[in-house]
């Protein structure tokens, strides 16, 4: 199992959680030319994530999730995570610079935005 | 029938170590290179210009490297970590994962192919290894000390 970065990282991209990462395994995406774009977010490398938990608490928009705590509405986020597999030379480990960190309003305005209802807890684990 | 040699090595005897010299000279391969001009004016007055930019170079060049063998090339190989979990640790709390991505980064440097976590009551500890032979071993700090 390893963690998934979410859509609720899309265009905020924090980099907060690649100062942490051990593994360098939190990754942007480059399109290569005439290569199809993916959103714009983090990755992880689920091959090279060890599964310390150290990157959730610092996302200021709560974007990752334990693979089996993903909420039912981010499901396809798991695959769009594990398309590093694949396509592993269009990821790069991006430079981390500051960003402001986020009201506690623009994380829930965040969450809504894309379609998170609660706590975001119920994840694919207890469906 | 004396060769032209000989002969000259009885007018003159030194010429022995003369012809051995020259001899020598022509196995080995002729390299040209630039240098800074004071390089080069310090070389020419040098007795024997050979000698010396060999002893230099192999000195700089040092022992073989025994990770490429010489060969200046290293073919890349992953670095795996273990994972936390498997290790019967919980998680790593922010300070641990600092230093665990410290110890990653120097094994990137030294090639190494493997860093393997324990629980030790309340620490961590890692061990940095290259094909089985121990690298390096330490523990992971929960907090910064003061």
Redesign the interface.
Known sequence: ?AFVITRLCRDCKDLSCI??????CILEHVAPPGGSELPNQLFIDPD?C?????CV??CPWEAIYPELDVPAAFEPDVALNALVRERRDEFRVPEVVENRFPSAAEVHENQERWGLQGDGSKGLGSK | MPTTIHIYRIICPSLREHASYSILLYMKTRVTFRIEPDLANALRELPNQTTFVEAALRSALGRTCPLCAGHGRLALRRLH??????SGI?????H???E??Q??RLGQQVAATHIALEKQGDRVRFRMSRDGGSLLSGNLDRQEAN
């Open positions: 199992m100062a942490v990462c051990p593994t360098n090279d060890i599964d310390c938990n150290a608490p610092e | 970590v273990a994972n936390v979990r498997d919980e998680r790593l709390t922010r641990q994962a600092q665990l991505q110890v990653f």
